[in-house]
């Protein structure tokens, strides 16, 4: 494997984590995410034997991009984002909850040997009477 596609690896990755890192709509998000991946080729068309280390170096870690990013957004802005996710994640554990509780409960009912409905016939035909139980 090239060195090229090392950093090309590496940088993918980067990008992954920026983009976790950031709370902003998706539209900023990607517009942000362009720019920044043009700046990065940018610095290595004139860099051509930076390495990846450099880069994150010269650009910084996703976390600092966040800050960095987070500091030029209104505040009440950030305030409401984060709300936001925490509220989507709160419904998400929710919905993990009940899912649970419903496949628990299915797996009991569906594990014991008593059937739900149960019910008896009787038979009587000839002077024989035959009981049968389902």
Same mark, same amino acid.
């Given at each position: ?38 700046? &990065? ?81 009787? &038979? ?11």
């Amino acid at each position: 494997m090239t060195e090229d596609n090392k950093i090309d690896k590496k940088l993918k990755r980067y990008y992954g984590k920026i983009k976790r890192a950031l709370l902003c709509p998706g539209k900023e998000k990607k517009k942000f995410l362009a720019d920044f991946k043009n700046s &990065i080729e940018d610095f290595r068309s004139e860099h051509p034997e930076v390495s990846f280390e450099d880069i994150q170096k010269h650009f910084g870690t996703p976390k600092l991009i966040n800050e960095a990013f987070s500091a030029e957004s209104d505040s009440e802005t950030l305030k409401r984002r984060k709300r936001f996710k925490m509220i989507k994640i709160a419904i998400l554990c929710v919905l993990i909850c009940v899912a649970a509780f419903a496949i628990g409960l299915s797996v009991y009912i569906l594990s014991t040997n008593d059937p739900a409905y149960s019910y008896e016939v009787t &038979i009587e035909d000839f002077g024989f009477t035959e009981v049968i139980e389902e």
